[in-house]
């Protein structure tokens, strides 16, 4: 480790700070074999079994203990009272979830054990949340399990609401198209301002920075924005966000980062003491809003020992939410940590997928900026296999002789998942294997993907991330498919139209780490150009 950081780059200040050494090893006697396995490295490499009955109920233990086994290295991270907010970086496949969950379990047994504290333990999606608290609860006993709430962090803020007697309604399944057209019509004409560039505005700006007023919208940064405005212009254009505003609330619709706020609002003006919740633990950081991470503050109350735990990766963002911790309320200095060992990819599989993401500069959740050079997996494979057709026909017919010879092989394809750009696409594939006479379930929002149950998972890829199967299938990897043409298309400039590139990347990225022996990528008539076809490992 020490070795792969400093050709990354560190300092060996950093290194050595970092991986919590001393740069003078205590004095070590050879001969006590005892001691020697009791060392943390030694750990991360040996297992001390005490007696046959150990062994075998490891070596019995169901695919579920397995998911959420805990080395070594992560055990550093979850069993140690810290004094503050926590922020945990790693790459795809290096347990970060699984760290988190550790993390719920033992603040919960440790830290927080009367029987009325609880832990909040909350994600962007609705379907990882449920995923989490079914693996939750493979390593948790009941009382504990009882204190843990598990729930994405939308739902838990619209039952918050309804709660305090304020009905919403989750933006996010409304169309709002006839709300912008109508809002439009107020738009200064001689600005030539497109209808992208005003929706961009008022999610980058004006919702992500909370803006109630003018005043506030003139205050607002704008880094980033590839449009410049002037003051008189911001006060031209500001009667359009006022309009559409106004609508929403006609519908009872509420944007969901002004949902958090108003939630925020709420606690902080009651006490956080009328919640019961000890400490927040944030699984898939790098997607949550700076809203998002103000009511997590708020909810955690003033900064105490153990209150916040924030795992992710900025790499897997893929809902393009840029935030700085240290904004929100949240001070993490002096506990920042990394984990930079994949158990789940091959070398092979985490080589490829960093060369999509090559040039692309990457955040670290604080301002600072995040790498992939100090990331490795221990596990080698086949390469990525990537394969084109002339027709969509041609690209099924392969599709389905794969999957026969996976099954052939492997005996089962619940460890198989195709994953699709888009729902549209999902559905389209989806008809044509029904023909095919293999077995099919469907990733849901609100239902846990289960190992054991049968069937080729299917599911577009948004809704995979935070899974891992053994095979991932990326059909129809077209040119308009990714980067998504209408998408690309739609963005209001050029820096708008980079950033959206850039999330697409990160999409691939994703949606390649899923696997555990392989992918897939295929695709007809022209390839996708986020599709690299010779790698060269940078390290």
């Known amino acids: 480790d020490v070795l792969i950081m400093l050709a990354a780059g560190y300092s060996?200040?950093?290194?050595?700070?970092?991986?919590?050494?001393?740069?003078?090893?205590?004095?070590?006697?050879?001969?006590?074999?005892?001691?020697?396995?009791?060392?943390?490295d030694s750990r991360s490499r040996f297992m001390v079994i005490t007696d046959d009955s150990e062994l075998e109920e490891m070596l019995a233990a169901p695919l579920e203990k397995w998911r959420v086994f805990l080395h070594p290295t992560q055990r550093k991270l979850v069993e140690r009272d810290w004094n503050g907010a926590v922020r945990v970086l790693g790459g795809a496949g290096t347990g970060k979830t699984v760290v988190a969950m550790h993390r719920a379990k033992w603040l919960a047994k440790h830290c927080f054990n009367d029987p009325h504290d609880r832990i909040l333990f909350t994600t962007f999606t609705r379907n990882l949340a449920v995923d989490i608290n079914a693996n939750l609860a493979t390593i948790c006993p009941p009382d504990l399990m009882n204190r843990i709430h598990v729930v994405n962090l939308d739902s838990w803020v619209a039952n918050f609401l309804k709660q305090e007697g304020i009905e919403t309604k989750n933006l996010y399944d409304q169309d709002t198209k006839p709300l912008w057209a109508d809002a439009y019509t107020l738009a200064p004409v001689e600005l030539g301002l497109s209808l992208a560039f005003y929706q961009e505005e008022w999610q980058e700006v004006v919702v992500g920075q909370g803006c109630q007023t003018l005043r506030d919208y003139l205050l607002a940064r704008r880094t980033g924005r590839g449009t410049r405005l002037s003051r008189q212009q911001r006060q031209a254009i500001w009667g359009v966000f006022e309009e559409y505003r106004n609508l929403l609330r006609e519908q009872g619709w509420r944007e969901p980062d002004d949902a958090m706020r108003d939630a925020a609002h709420l606690i902080q003006a009651k006490g956080s003491e009328s919640l019961p919740y000890k400490a927040v633990i944030v699984d898939e950081a790098q997607d949550m809003s700076e809203a998002a991470f103000e009511l997590m503050r708020a909810i955690a109350g003033p900064p105490h020992p153990n209150d916040l735990f924030i795992v992710g990766d900025a790499h897997q963002r893929i809902y393009g939410k840029v935030v700085t911790l240290s904004r929100c309320g949240i001070d993490i200095r002096g506990r920042s940590r990394k984990l930079r060992l994949n158990y789940r990819t091959t070398d092979e599989i985490r080589q490829w997928a960093a060369a999509v993401l090559a040039g692309v500069a990457v955040d670290d959740l604080d301002g600072g900026t995040d790498s992939l050079h100090d990331y490795r997996s221990l596990m080698h494979g086949d390469d990525p296999l990537i394969k084109g057709f002339a027709t969509v026909e041609d690209e099924c017919q392969f599709l389905q002789q794969t999957l026969n010879h996976i099954q052939a092989s492997e005996d089962t394809l619940s460890g198989v998942c195709l994953a699709f750009r888009t729902?549209?696409?999902?559905?389209?594939?989806?008809?044509?294997?029904?023909?095919?006479?293999?077995?099919?379930?469907?990733?849901?929002?609100?239902?846990?993907?289960?190992?054991?149950?049968?069937?080729?998972?299917i599911g577009t890829m948004h809704r995979v991330k935070g899974l891992q199967f053994n095979y991932m299938l990326l059909p129809s990897l077209n040119a308009d498919v990714l980067p998504l043409s209408v998408g690309l298309n739609a963005r209001a400039d050029e820096i708008s139209r980079s950033k959206f590139m850039t999330e697409e990347r990160c999409l691939l990225h994703v949606a390649a780490t899923r696997a555990k022996k392989q992918v897939i990528l295929t695709y007809y008539g022209q390839p996708s150009p986020l599709i690299i076809h010779n790698v060269t490992d940078p390290d």
């Not at 044509?432 to 006479?437: D, S, T």
Request: aromatic share 6%; hydrophobic share 35%.
């Open 12 to 40: 060996l200040d950093s290194v050595f700070s970092q991986l919590e050494k001393t740069q003078t090893p205590p004095a070590v006697d050879t001969e006590d074999l005892e001691t020697a396995l009791q060392n943390q």
């Open 423 to 457: 729902n549209a696409l999902m559905e389209q594939y989806e008809a044509a294997f029904q023909q095919m006479n293999l077995p099919f379930k469907q990733i849901r929002r609100n239902q846990p993907d289960n190992p054991l149950d049968s069937g080729i998972r």
